[in-house]
T-cell receptor
């Protein structure tokens, strides 16, 4: 149980285009979903916290207009990287919570912007 | 502010020896302390966690200790094996925001 999927697993795009990443909780309803970014050899940095039906809460330094988060249902949250640039290339990981401290992580999406 | 410090950043131990990774945190209200193992290109996996009402927890070769007064917690791996090689992250939940803050990570290498 408690499986979280992400799609796509990897994506290559041209600079200036937008990329959407989906995060799904497959066998449970997640009250909260989180989005992280991880650069090579670095830690996971929380970007935003997403609750179903409400606006996401962004961490300091994360541009909400560039990283659009939509949490349309209790099983789906999407992250859209708008007007992507090479510096946005990273490993994006989502996690989902049932409401307790335990978070279940997705497999991650590797984004490469050319 | 919200901060978790982790050290060492890299650790190399002989197979069969023990490895210890230490973390400190700043928020005295933190009450949940998970440890994650991440292999290259994969998702973090929870390997053990501890809550603030206990001082130590053990699961086979892995143990975690917590000192709430000093705001320290540590991961102990005994009888290390090659498959223990990975990056390990400590973390804490800031209860006021219910979000996980990760340490900077420790790259553990097990020498054969």
């Amino acid at each position: 149980g408690a499986v979280v999927s992400q799609h796509p697993s990897w994506v290559i795009c041209k600079s200036g285009t937008s990329v959407k990443i989906e995060c799904r909780s497959l066998d449970f309803q997640a009250t909260t979903m989180f989005w992280y970014r991880q650069f090579p050899k670095q830690s996971l940095m929380l970007m935003a916290t997403s609750n179903e039906g409400s606006k996401a809460t962004y961490e300091q330094g994360v541009e909400k207009d560039k990283f659009l988060i939509n949490h349309a249902s209790l099983t789906l949250s999407t992250l859209t990287v708008t007007s992507a640039h090479p510096e946005d290339s990273s490993f994006y990981i989502c996690s989902a919570s049932l409401g307790s401290e335990t978070q279940y992580f997705g497999p991650g999406t590797r984004l490469l912007v050319l | 502010g919200e901060n978790v410090e982790q050290h060492p950043s890299t650790l190399s131990v002989q197979e069969g020896d023990s490895a210890v990774i230490k973390c400190t945190y700043s928020d005295s209200a933190s009450n949940y302390f998970p440890w994650y193992k991440q292999e290259l290109g994969k998702r973090p996996q929870l390997i053990i966690d501890i809550r603030s009402n206990v001082g130590e927890k053990k699961d086979q070769r892995i143990a975690v200790t917590l000192n709430k007064t000093a705001k320290h917690f540590s991961l102990h791996i005994t009888e290390t094996q090659p498959e223990d090689s990975a990056v390990y992250f400590c973390a804490t939940i800031y209860s006021s925001a219910s979000k996980i803050i990760f340490g900077s990570g420790t790259r553990l290498s097990i020498r054969p």
